[in-house]
């Protein structure tokens, strides 16, 4: 095989979608199947989603060998197929090169070159490459194609309607199966109902038509060791059809009726769980439909825009973002300013300014009165929408770690079954020779127990729960972070940039004497222009905000740092020295603070966690400068619902003990670390934890990564675009503060959502076994019964949808 080609970077993690599994033995099969293969890390198979994740060795196996594994074994891997229009491969050895570098494309797995009408098919594996990039792919290696049709409906939109077609036919053919055994009750209506070829008729279409399915499926299973659901089916419905065709042949009772209903219902009741599983996944679909499907595009060297699809977009394209439309990629505006609405992205609901030079985010919306252009930065999947919408992915596709209950469980489930209803027939027919009956029991046992039910309990809660947290700005990287947070009983915060802004702001100045509070502001900004320092930032961004630009203020020159002092510079007009910084860097220049000012302010804002900073200017102090990093409003609001939720809150930090602890006090902290180095931090969680606390770490993804890594859950409140924080096991995009508790709460709920599935998946089971081998439940009650089940442990999960999350 060729050597893999990329669009983008290399990978050795895949999400393949696969269909044709039914039930919790169905999903283990496939995984085990893939955590067989050469060079696979790790396959976990998500039933809800249909989906299996891979982490492999793209050097050992490649994903052409798990689309074959999987189809080995009787389920298959959805494909989309495209056709393209194709020049110049008429003659064999360039269509041979066609196909070679077609299949060499990361995430091709077929194509079919037709040279007659100058078309190729191509099969993709669904959501892993997209037919633009396999077009802009071939172009790069020289050959002249183009799309030539999109590949229609969604292959799960195919499957639903071929499985509503199969219900249709099979629920008209039993109608009338009813309506004969009614007739057998009460003799009324036309005498062609008391036919028994007609059931005989009728019941045969139904099971090797709309019932083949399950035939078919089982015969897979058996033919490679492995027993699911359809194995259930199969044979409670074979069983009775069979029995029934014999005895129609040599005149004894018939059971046609029971082989059709019970078709008839588990058709009904998986066409409605793959309705209502749709329905877990709305996350997924709601973020999609952030994205435009067209822009207003200008390409560099061009004059005039124009309208493409957002898939051409490159990166440097200018983009016209009108009034009301939704931003296509990542980017910087480069000409006029936008009032852009995050609110669907972050869940921020203030609309947010954006002016010349600053970034804008794919999936936003302007709201402004005018146009802007913008220039596109990142594009596809490097945009922060896709970032999110790839988290909330991954998150649905993993494993909680409840589940593995539930597989051990599902492992023994299928046989322990069959061997049940074996017993359950031999005992009945034994005890009481009624084998007719007997055999009714031991179909109604079969099919009351398949465990479709156990296989949907986890997943579908994880999908809905890592939505409903998607909608509030929080993204859980695995659903064993979700079931981890339900677990948290001691929560420590960093301070900066979590429980504060992390934008130091000048809170207060200063003068001395008839100094004007300007001049002190304005002398010190001509110094600290120069650097980056957090502190100097302040100083100058409150300079422009009061005098609307830098134009004014003093000119100076020789700028140079005193480290861990402050700045100096000489006055461009012949006053002297310029000074701006603590009180050594004055001692150092022979400078003192003059007798008559007022310090008790400074001292009180000391305090109060400020940082104050001196200016002076040819040897007299101007005044000072007093910076502190404000509290996030919701702090406080936060942190006592942590508390009245019976949570344990710390505050740990690398500031000093003084701004720590005034931090603290306004926020009623009574567990303070300050001076903390990042390792001292994660030997306090790991401490922590050696005494049995479960700790949720909540920082800022920076220095605070030893102890996120270290914590029993990691919580990465994002700064700017960087919504993906890969040390934390869950990422706050909403810049608010109180979204640490709606991200507990969150895992609260869904485990609880959990337990209760997985509480009635079993009690079902542990009820409707004995009911069924005693003879209490039919065959038709009993896959009624069945079908309900899985359709009530989803619809219990789509509860989750509609949650509450009371801040008060």
């Not at 802009?136 to 077609?165: C, M, W």
């Amino acid at each position: 095989m060729a050597q893999q080609v990329s669009p983008g970077e290399s990978r050795n993690q895949i999400t393949l979608d696969i269909g044709g599994m039914t039930c919790a033995s169905c999903s283990l099969r496939v995984e085990k199947e893939l955590n067989h293969l050469p060079g696979v890390g790790r396959a976990e198979v998500n039933l809800a989603l249909e989906k299996a994740n891979i982490v492999f060795n793209p050097d050992q196996v490649s994903p052409r060998q798990f689309v074959d594994a999987v189809n080995a074994i009787g389920y298959h891997v959805r494909l989309e197929n495209y056709q393209l229009t194709v020049w110049g491969v008429d003659e064999t050895p360039l269509r041979m090169k066609f196909e070679m570098t077609c299949l060499a494309i990361y995430g091709v797995y077929k194509v079919i070159v037709n040279v007659a009408d100058s078309t190729a098919t191509i099969s993709l594996l669904q959501g892993v490459i997209s037919i633009d990039d396999v077009v802009r792919t071939l172009q790069d290696h020289g050959f002249s194609v183009s799309l030539r049709n999109s590949q229609g409906k969604d292959p799960k939109e195919q499957e639903r309607i071929r499985a509503f077609y199969r219900l249709l036919l099979s629920f008209s053919l039993t109608v009338p199966l009813w309506l004969i055994m009614l007739h057998m009750i009460v003799p009324i209506g036309p005498k062609w109902l008391g036919n028994t070829t007609w059931q005989f008729v009728l019941a045969t279409i139904i099971q090797w038509g709309p019932g083949l399915t399950f035939i078919h499926r089982a015969y897979q299973n058996l033919r490679h060791g492995n027993a699911n659901m359809d194995v259930l089916v199969a044979m409670g419905t074979l069983s009775a059809w069979g029995f029934s065709t014999v005895n129609w042949i040599t005149h004894g009772p018939l059971f046609f009726d029971s082989s059709a209903t019970l078709i008839t219902l588990i058709l009904l009741g998986k066409y409605l769980e793959s309705v209502a599983k749709g329905r877990t996944s709305q996350a997924i679909a709601d973020l999609l439909a952030l994205r435009p499907e067209k822009a207003s595009v200008r390409s560099p060297g061009q004059n005039a825009f124009e309208w493409r699809d957002i898939d051409q977009i490159q990166i440097g394209d200018e983009i016209q973002i009108r009034p009301g439309d939704k931003i296509p990629v990542d980017g910087i505006i480069r000409e006029g300013q936008g009032l852009i609405d995050e609110s669907l992205l972050t869940g921020e609901p203030e609309w947010q300014l954006r002016e010349r030079g600053q970034c804008v985010m794919a999936g936003t919306i302007h709201q402004g009165e005018r146009a802007f252009v913008m220039t596109a930065q990142k594009i596809g999947q490097d945009t922060v929408l896709a970032q999110i919408v790839r988290t909330v992915e991954d998150a649905q596709a993993g494993k909680a770690p409840i589940q593995r209950f539930a597989d051990r469980i599902s492992n023994v489930f299928v046989p322990t079954v069959m061997g049940l209803a074996v017993i359950t027939f031999l005992m009945t027919g034994v005890l009481t020779r009624e084998w007719s009956d007997a055999l009714l029991h031991g179909v109604a046992v079969l099919v009351v127990a398949c465990p479709c039910a156990l296989g949907l309990a986890t997943p579908t809660a994880v999908m809905v729960g890592s939505g409903v947290g998607a909608r509030h700005g929080i993204l859980y990287r695995n659903g064993e972070a979700l079931e981890r947070l339900s677990q948290v009983d001691h929560v420590a915060l960093d301070k900066t940039g979590t429980l504060t802004a992390g934008r130091p702001q000048v809170i207060a100045i200063l003068p001395v004497g008839r100094v004007k509070a300007e001049d002190v502001l304005y002398w010190a900004a001509s110094v600290e222009k120069e650097s980056n320092h957090p502190l100097s930032r302040a100083i100058v961004e409150r300079a422009k905000e009061v005098a609307g630009s830098l134009e004014h203020v003093p000119g100076v020159d020789d700028i140079f740092t005193e480290p861990g002092k402050g700045m100096v510079a000489e006055s461009s007009d012949g006053q002297g020295t310029v000074l701006v910084g603590n009180m050594t860097l004055l001692a150092d220049y022979g400078v003192s603070l003059p007798g008559e000012w007022d310090q008790v302010p400074m001292e009180s804002l000391m305090k109060r966690g400020a940082t104050i900073v001196f200016v002076a200017v040819g040897g007299l102090v101007y005044g000072a400068l007093a910076i502190a990093d404000p509290i996030r409003d919701d702090a406080r609001r936060t942190l006592q619902r942590l508390v009245k939720d019976g949570y344990r809150v710390s505050m740990l930090t690398g500031d000093r003990k003084i701004s720590a602890q005034s931090v603290a006090r306004s926020l009623g902290i009574r567990d303070v670390h300050a001076e903390l180095s990042p390792v001292e931090k994660a030997r306090l969680v790991e401490l922590w934890q050696k005494f049995g606390a479960h700790v949720a770490m909540v920082g800022d993804g920076i220095n605070d990564a030893p102890a996120l890594a270290q914590a029993f859950v990691g919580i990465a409140v994002a700064t700017g675009n960087d919504v993906v924080v890969h040390t934390a096991d869950v990422t706050l995009v909403k810049p608010h503060i109180m979204t640490v508790w709606k991200a507990l709460a969150i895992g609260q709920r869904t485990m609880r959502k959990i337990r209760q599935n997985l509480f009635w998946a079993l009690g079902y089971n542990i009820i409707g076994i004995p009911l069924a081998a005693f003879g209490y439940i039919s065959p038709a009650l009993a896959g009624a019964a069945m079908a309900f089940s899985s359709v009530l442990v989803v619809t219990n999960s789509l509860t989750l949808r509609h949650m509450v999350i009371d801040e008060a």
